[in-house]
């Protein structure tokens, strides 16, 4: 990797934010135990019965983690436009959406990726059935980056509001109905025995077109949001 | 060619021109929509027999109709003003889209609300998860993100900017909740009346139907038009045309 190259310049940016990341570990922890607390209190507030907490398993997850993965989402620009470096990043010579691109990434695996890992036990508390349980990871795997990446582009639009906390989940939660549905079908499938691959392949095909186009409105909604 | 058409187009974005073609057109649009309202509203409650198998009951589709429609026409036109808008910057498109936001969440609410008090007697329920219905509320909150969204920035251009996007982004809606009643069969009837292909629905019930469409679309031309203006006025408040204009209101006021 020769230095200024566009390769470079994306390893060194998302190695910039796995270093800010760990250096605040306590923060990863956070919505792994926000969405812990979540899916505890359904027990008690539905009453222990495994039948019944076996059936909504897959959907309580899902609306958990996006919930969860909506608490960081806030901080995925903020710190950068803060202290200037959105703008150094902006006036760099590579593409803006690649570089976003990195920042989204670098979200996902320090704000989705340990949701995943504790996806299984929570499902477990509720007594998801084992088959259905890597179903359940494959959905998340695949769904988790279509949320950061169409939160990203509304964080972006929001990046130069001066409040934005509900207003993001105004925007996003809209937006996420598709997902949602997709991805607790696949599981509610799989728990029934019927074939579960269809739905994650449209999920698939969301990620596909998000990967390609969510970076570049990414961008675009950046530079409507520093105009000023 | 036709070489004024373009012309006349291009004058009518100068926010002063806009101002006085709106304020024209404003109470014709008013009047026309209040009368073609009143004679849809008898025709379609009077005249119009009642249904074989819902009796009365059926009436609420004058209202439900023509709002679920202009609920999705709203969108569509915000959606191509957000695109002129963002693409060659046209400050009146951008005015456009954010003003016809509250029009279109209002005729979103008047859908939902007629169409809850439709599904009791009929349906047997004030709501259900149907695909028709869920998209519908999801459009509202659509409509409600961007309002949120354009009043959250401290600079109202830039906050029309960034809603504009938004509006771009939320169009993907607009198709699911056309084709959601052919798309899952579910409790929402499909659509009885078509431009291709003959309509299932007797002709003592259509007009009173077109005639209402006709009337909420005249009524979403008045009510822009004022928005528009309103903001116009507001936005362009140190400009000499509007100075020009507050100034002539005094003179008439004194003289």
């Not at chain 1, 809209?174 to 999920?203: E, S, T």
Request: aromatic letters at 10%; hydrophobic letters at 60%; a positive charge.
């Amino acid at each position: 990797m020769t230095p200024g190259s566009t390769t470079a310049a994306c390893a060194a940016l998302l190695r910039r934010d796995l270093t800010l990341a760990w250096r605040r570990r306590g923060d990863i922890a956070l919505p792994v135990l926000y969405a812990v607390i979540v899916v505890t209190l359904f027990p008690f507030a539905l009453g222990p019965e495994p039948a019944l907490l076996a059936r909504i398993a897959g959907g309580v997850v899902f609306v958990t983690v996006l919930l969860a993965m909506l608490l960081s989402l806030d901080g995925l620009f903020r710190p950068d436009i803060d202290d200037g470096s959105m703008e150094q990043l902006m006036l760099a010579p590579q593409p803006l959406a690649l570089l976003v691109g990195m920042k989204i990434l670098a979200h996902w695996l320090t704000a989705a990726l340990p949701l995943i890992v504790v996806a299984p036990v929570l499902a477990g508390m509720l007594h998801l059935p084992s088959a259905a349980m890597g179903v359940l990871v494959v959905a998340l795997a695949i769904a988790t980056p279509l949320l950061s990446l169409l939160g990203a582009v509304l964080v972006a639009l929001t990046a130069g509001a001066k409040r934005s906390g509900m207003l993001l989940a105004l925007m996003l939660l809209p937006l996420c109905v598709p997902v949602v549905i997709f991805a607790a079908g696949a599981v509610a499938a799989a728990q029934d025995g019927l074939p579960w691959i269809a739905p994650i392949a449209w999920l698939g095909a969301g990620l596909a077109l998000a990967l390609v186009l969510a970076p570049l409105a990414c961008a675009a909604a950046l530079r409507i949001a520093m105009e000023s | 060619m036709a070489n004024w058409v373009p012309l006349w187009l291009h004058r009518l974005g100068s926010p002063p021109t806009f101002y006085r073609f709106a304020g024209a057109v404003y109470p014709w649009a008013l009047g026309l929509a209040i009368v073609l309202g009143g004679i849809a509203l008898y025709g379609g409650l009077v005249l119009a027999p009642a249904d074989y198998q819902q009796g009365d009951a059926y009436r609420i589709i004058f209202i439900h109709v023509p709002s679920a429609w202009m609920s999705l026409f709203i969108y569509a036109i915000m959606t191509v003003a957000a695109f002129i808008g963002l693409v060659w910057r046209i400050k009146l498109a951008e005015t456009v889209a954010m003003e016809s936001a509250p029009i279109g969440a209002a005729f979103t609410a008047i859908t939902l609300a007629t169409g809850s008090l439709w599904g009791k007697p009929m349906w047997g329920t004030w709501w259900t998860w149907d695909a028709r219905l869920t998209s519908e509320l999801v459009l509202l909150f659509i409509y409600l993100g961007i309002i949120g969204l354009y009043h959250s920035f401290e600079d109202r251009r830039q906050g029309a900017r960034a809603a504009a996007f938004l509006v771009l982004v939320g169009a993907v809606n607009v198709p699911i909740v056309h084709f959601s009643v052919n798309w899952w069969n579910t409790l929402h009837q499909g659509s009885t009346i078509r431009l291709l292909g003959p309509s299932h629905i007797a002709a003592s019930m259509v007009w009173p139907l077109l005639t209402m469409m006709a009337a909420t679309k005249l009524y979403y031309i008045a009510s822009l038009f004022s928005r528009v203006r309103a903001d116009l006025i507001a936005s362009e408040g140190g400009k000499a045309w509007v100075r020009e204009l507050a100034l002539g209101h005094a003179q008439d006021g004194k003289a």
